[in-house]
Each structure stands twice: as C-alpha cells, then as structure tokens.
C-alpha cells in the first residue's frame, strides 16, 4: 500500500477513535464515568495529520498495522499530566516565568551528585530515586551532573558558551533561554556529560532500563536534524512509564517524535 494511502487511513482511524485531548484531572473523572466521546476537532485532527505523515515509513506503517493497541495506549498517556510532554526546543520556547511545579532538591537523599544545590519536580525525582536505587544494587555508580536549570540561569550558560565557541557551534550543543528542557525541571544529566559515557556498564544499564521508571534518552545520535542537537549519551528526561513505553513501541524510542505528535493532538 502506498504511504499516502495509509496517511488517509490513519486520518481516518483518528477521526473515528481519537477525541479532543483533555487534562489528566478531567480523563481520570472519564475514566470512572460512561462518559460520551467527543468528536475530534477538525483543525487538531489537521496538524496532527502533518506531523504523522513526517514520521518514517516503519513508524506510520507499525501504526496502522496495530491501530486497536495504539489507541489503547494512547488514552493511557492522556491520562498523564500534560507537563510531562511539553516541547522544549529551538521552535517551542518556554516562558522565563515557566512554572515546573514542585522541586525537591537531591542534597541528602542519598543519591550522588557532583554539586550542591541541584532540584528536579517532585514526581521526576521519586522516579529517579528508584531507579538510582536499583541500579546501585547491580553494582552501578549513576552520579547527577545537572538537573532543573531556571531561564536565567540558561541565559549566562548560553552567552558563555557563545563568547568560547561562536553562536553556530554553540547551537549545535547549548539551548537558547528557553529552549532548555532542563527548565522544566524533569532532567537528569548524569556522570561525565560526555559522550565517552557512552558504551559504559552504566550508560548500557540505562539504555536498557531508564523506560521502565518513566525516562528516556532525548538527544540519540543519528538523530540531530530532527531534535536539533549533537548526540547527548548523558541526557535523560522523564515523560512518565506510559510515555515512555509509548515512545518505545510506536517512535523507534525517538522521544522528539512522540512530543511532537503529542503536542500535534493536544492543539
């Protein structure tokens, strides 16, 4: 079948099961009532047509193939806070004033880190603490190297790293003030911030088993025309267990690509 017939069909599938997105509060009070579905809206069916149509061929294609598993676990995601899916990038720019809604910080808590002062949103770092907790019983050294990071404190990071390197080099591995995901403060960069982590026993450990606590890698190598930066080894963001199997059975574990279909849906 050709690709743009099977974009129809998806159209089609989406039309027919997909209703307009909600809050994670208000598919929960649906998920314990016979609520009626929602016809889809026409302008977020449109835009999230586009941005399927872009994915690769074995991602749409898998897709069709599986419609009844994929939207089972899509209304799975939906059930998520939406905070854990926003873009952050060099096209979709946080606020300075963005609010990542709780932090805890990670002094004290048993987990390594390599500085003072470092916080993650509450529901990122109970993940973390779990999965640091895990690996330290396989013989692992996971040690935090950034976490949550403000606007302003991107702006300085920015602006040095362009008086060292140029603007152009600098936008290959360093986020304009408020394209950071760290600002959202569900971020962890661990050990060296290197990619000669790459290939270690814990960065393998990772690859393998940071979905199943709810993170994923964010900058994977062959990738940096679609997510905008150099392979990041180090980088890993929670986007909840279900995002992340979701990402993993349906994007080629691309996380970029789930955000954007997401993000698609959600207008």
Not at 124 to 131: P, R, V, W
Not at 139 to 150: I, K, N
Not at 239 to 250: L, N, P, S
């Amino acid at each position: 079948m050709k690709l743009y017939s099977k974009l129809i069909i998806f159209m089609l599938a989406l039309f027919l099961v997909l209703g307009v997105s909600c809050t994670a509060k208000e598919k929960k009070v649906q998920a314990s009532e016979a609520a009626v579905e929602e016809p889809v809206d026409e302008e977020a069916l449109h835009i999230a047509s586009i941005v399927v149509s872009k994915l690769p061929e074995e991602m749409h294609s898998y897709i069709l193939d599986n419609m009844a598993s994929f939207k089972e676990d899509l209304s799975k995601v939906l059930l998520e806070d939406p905070r854990f899916f926003i873009i952050a990038d060099k096209k979709h720019l946080l606020a300075a004033d963005y609010d990542p809604g709780e932090l805890v910080s990670l002094d004290g808590k048993g987990i390594k880190v390599n500085k003072k002062g470092m916080k993650l949103e509450k529901v990122t770092f109970e993940a973390l603490k779990k999965m640091l907790d895990d690996s330290a019983k396989e013989g692992l050294s996971l040690m935090v190297s950034s976490a949550y990071r403000d606007y302003k404190y991107q702006v300085g990071l920015y602006n040095y790293y362009i008086s060292v390197y140029g603007k152009e080099k600098t936008d290959t591995f360093s986020a304009p003030p408020g394209a950071s995901q760290h600002q959202l403060g569900t971020v962890v960069d661990f050990n060296d911030v290197e990619n000669t982590f790459a290939g270690t026993k814990e960065e393998i450990w990772l690859t393998e088993n940071a979905w199943k606590y709810g993170f994923s890698l964010s900058f994977p190598k062959g990738y940096e025309n679609v997510t905008g930066y150099n392979w990041e080894s180090w980088h890993f963001r929670y986007v909840t267990k279900a995002g992340a199997e979701f990402q993993k059975k349906y994007f080629g574990n691309i996380q970029h690509y789930m955000l954007l279909f997401l993000d698609a849906y959600r207008s």
